[in-house]
């Protein structure tokens, strides 16, 4: 699995995101570094970023710190987010809008 989600390049997407988004990034992740993260998160229309105390895996390595900064994300979002951009719709061929087979 690693390696199907490794060749996907979803950059494209990232304009299309429109709910409020938080992005951590952990001060000593060496997988993904915080300039990484930032640069992601600077993609997404009014995300906000966040780097934090932790590595890479930061719901095991720090959860107490994890769960403040997203409580306090919570509390503070609003909807709908002031940019908005719409996604096109997509609808399987073989199927209607209201989900039934054709």
Do not use: Y
């Not at 690693?2 to 950059?11: N, Q």
């Not at 409020?20 to 970023?49: C, E, S």
Request: hydrophobic share 50%; net charge neutral.
């Amino acid at each position: 699995m690693h390696r199907m989600l490794a060749g996907m390049d979803l950059d494209a997407d990232l304009a299309l995101v429109a709910c409020p988004v938080l992005v951590l990034a952990g001060d000593t992740d060496q997988t993904r570094p915080a300039a990484l993260v930032r640069a992601v998160a600077a993609r997404i229309p009014g995300a906000h970023f966040a780097e934090v105390a932790s590595g890479h895996v930061m719901p095991m390595l720090t959860p107490g710190l994890v769960a403040c900064r997203l409580e306090a994300f919570l509390r503070t979002s609003t909807w709908p987010p002031t940019v908005v951009k719409k996604a096109a719709s997509v609808e399987p061929a073989d199927h209607a809008a209201d989900g039934r087979s054709r």
